[in-house]
């Protein structure tokens, strides 16, 4: 019996002196309201890095419930106990592996050592992109939208020194898209929502005028770091009809024996053209220094040049494009010497989209390559319509130094119109990737917010530029669970449904599809309306979820209205249109046409309705 007690007794110092172990190798970050931890900066971080270091205050305060001081010094705080933000002479020590990255390098690393945890990556942006992939993979913080975000609640927070001897905390990543432009309208306009997504192009005020981003929070701060692009069809602002035909009509588009005085090309090979428009660059890149690339981009429209000096260069480099990037990379040349770290960009548009022979672009030269003729439903080897544009991207790619990107993800002759790209977004951007695009734009409803499904949109285009390789369904599945809560199933349901009538194999459509394309058949119309009735019952003791579930069916509303009038009367189509477009605030429905717009829609669907009524009466 004394023999089972020694042994008792010794198991349970073992068992203790384990115990204590593994308390000293538990670091707690808060528990109860109360947290031993400083967020550490140095002393001269950079304006991101400061931001970085606020989002990274605030967030913990909203699942923690406490707020951490920020101290700019790295002397400060209790060793052990410090979240480290940027890298510093304190990140050197700790981690000396690690390497000083690049001010522009978006790849971002965070990890404990010890009891601190450290936050660090380029000092323009990767830093910030470290705060927040920390947020989302260990706090599950969400940034759906711009007024939807999710900060779970949590009592206590607990981490491990090491796990299997490697950092129990560590996570390193990489853009699979050195730039990535959010074009959809919420990620377009607001700064701070737009980085949270981890995309690096803010749009910059226009030179003279106040911008809508200064001085609040973000502004300045996310304004200064991004990458900018100057421009677009910048060609005819340089040299305008208005200002240089009078007198020299011979600088502008030759077509059929007439030089084009309305909106035209430029005659590319007239030198006076090249010397303006090299002026006129310089001059903007003088002015606004804060852009990574310049506008030198040809106008929209289909009329280039077909005078005899044109048609030549035309003819020796295969093609419009030939003539195009002969210019181009002059201007790039003259500009190189002055602004060795900037590039000229142009476009493969339309006319000049295919890839030239016999010629390159330069390597201060960006490409910007347009998708606007393909076809959304499906991937680039998957129908007609799209493989000779993915001749065209593998041309390009295996020429172009910077190739670049303009896609389009949603439908612009009339925004709110469905657009099933939600699986072959995926393989589009993979496709860039895979062709050396070190930027793409995905422009959705740039200048309203009136896009289908436009937050699951923008989400989903973030995610997958930054890593083209992200499982889809889960996103999904993450964003309509979030942001739609019980609701979120019959989402699913609705993009399946999507999936299945609208992507049919047969059935191919670009970016200006209307209200009479064959793909909105009255079944998908009527099951769509259904699935959006369940969801609004699931969620039905929420207005909130309620109203994002509504918003979500209005082009359904709007194409049963068009396509089957009396029935959408009967099921109060019309109605619940005009009740989301006035509680969102909807105006314009379309990109170019400002007739097109809600209060049109209203007036002929009032006239529907009167109509309707007249011949219940009669």
């Given at each position: 019996m004394k023999k089972m007690k020694n042994w008792v007794f010794a198991a349970t110092l073992v068992c203790g002196a384990g115990l204590l172990m593994s308390c000293t190798n538990r670091h707690v970050l808060f528990r109860s309201g109360t947290s031993s931890y400083t967020i550490v900066l140095d002393a001269n971080a950079p304006a991101s890095e400061r931001y970085a270091a606020l989002e990274l205050r605030d967030w913990l305060r909203e699942v923690s419930g406490v707020e951490l001081s920020i101290v700019s010094s790295i002397d400060s705080g209790r060793p052990g106990h410090r979240l480290i933000v940027g890298y510093n002479k304190l990140t050197a020590a700790l981690v000396p592996e690690a390497k000083r990255p690049d001010d522009r390098d978006d790849a971002f690393t965070w990890q404990n050592v010890g009891g601190d945890i450290l936050f660090w990556g380029g000092c323009k942006r990767g830093t910030?992109?470290?705060?927040?992939?920390?947020?989302?993979?260990?706090?599950?913080?969400?940034?759906y939208s711009a007024t939807v975000s999710v900060a779970p609640k949590r009592k206590a927070w607990r981490f491990s020194s090491k796990r299997k001897g490697?950092?129990?905390?560590?996570?390193h990543e990489t853009p699979g898209i050195q730039i990535r432009d959010n074009c959809v309208y919420d990620a377009r306009t607001i700064p701070a929502f737009s980085a949270r997504l981890?995309?690096?192009?803010?749009?910059?005020p226009d030179p003279g005028k106040k911008s809508s981003t200064t001085p609040q929070r973000g502004g300045p701060t996310l304004a200064g770091t991004a990458e900018g692009y100057w421009g677009v069809h910048a060609m005819g602002s340089f040299i305008s009809p208005s200002e240089y035909y009078e007198t020299h009509p011979e600088y502008f588009s030759l077509r059929d024996g007439q030089r084009q005085s309305g909106y035209t090309q430029l005659c590319l090979s007239n030198p006076d053209v090249l010397r303006i428009c090299t002026e006129k660059i310089r001059d903007v890149m003088r002015r606004e220094p804060d852009y990574l690339i310049y506008s030198m981009e040809q106008n929209d429209d289909m009329l280039p040049c077909q005078c005899d000096s044109c048609q030549a260069i035309v003819q020796r480099y295969g093609g419009e494009?030939?003539?195009?990037v002969w210019f181009v990379n002059q201007v790039a040349d003259a500009v190189k010497d002055e602004f060795p770290d900037k590039f000229i960009g142009t476009f493969a548009y339309q006319y000049t989209r295919h890839a030239p022979t016999g010629i390159v672009p330069r390597e201060n030269v960006v490409i910007r390559l347009c998708s606007i003729e393909c076809c959304l439903l499906h991937g680039y080897d998957e129908c007609d319509q799209n493989r000779e544009f993915l001749r065209d991207l593998e041309a390009w790619g295996s020429i172009a130094p910077h190739l670049y990107i303009w896609d389009y993800v949603t439908d612009f002759a009339l925004y709110c119109l469905p657009v099933a790209n939600w699986r072959t977004m995926q393989s589009h951007i993979q496709d860039f990737r895979d062709n050396h695009a070190i930027g793409i734009l995905e422009e959705g409803d740039y200048q309203t917010p009136t896009c289908e499904l436009r937050e699951l949109r923008s989400y989903l285009l973030s995610k997958l530029m930054w890593n083209p390789d992200a499982d889809v369904e889960a996103i999904i599945r993450d964003f309509t669970d979030g942001y739609y809560g019980a609701a979120g199933r019959y989402v699913r349901d609705y993009l399946a449904l999507e999936d299945s009538i609208l992507r049919r194999p047969d059935m191919h459509t670009n970016c200006y599809a209307t209200t009479g394309h064959?793909?909105?058949?009255?079944?998908?119309?009527?099951?769509?309306?259904?699935?959006?009735?369940?969801?609004?019952?699931?969620?039905?003791?929420?207005s909130a979820l309620v109203a994002r579930v509504e918003t979500a069916e209005f082009p359904l509303c709007l194409l049963q209205m068009e396509r089957m009038p009396q029935e959408g009367i009967r099921d109060g189509a019309d109605v619940l249109f005009e009740k989301v477009a006035r509680r969102e605030g909807y105006k314009q429905m379309t990109e170019f046409n400002p007739s097109v717009n809600v209060d049109s829609y209203l007036e002929k669907f009032a006239s529907i309705a009167r109509e309707a009524n007249e011949g219940e009466a009669k």
């Open positions: 910030l992109y470290s705060v927040y992939s920390f947020l989302e993979e260990k706090l599950d913080c969400r940034w490697e950092p129990a905390l560590y996570c981890r995309n690096n192009f803010v749009r910059l494009s030939g003539l195009m064959a793909m909105f058949t009255e079944e998908f119309i009527r099951e769509g309306r259904r699935i959006f009735a369940e969801a609004k019952a699931a969620v039905a003791k929420d």
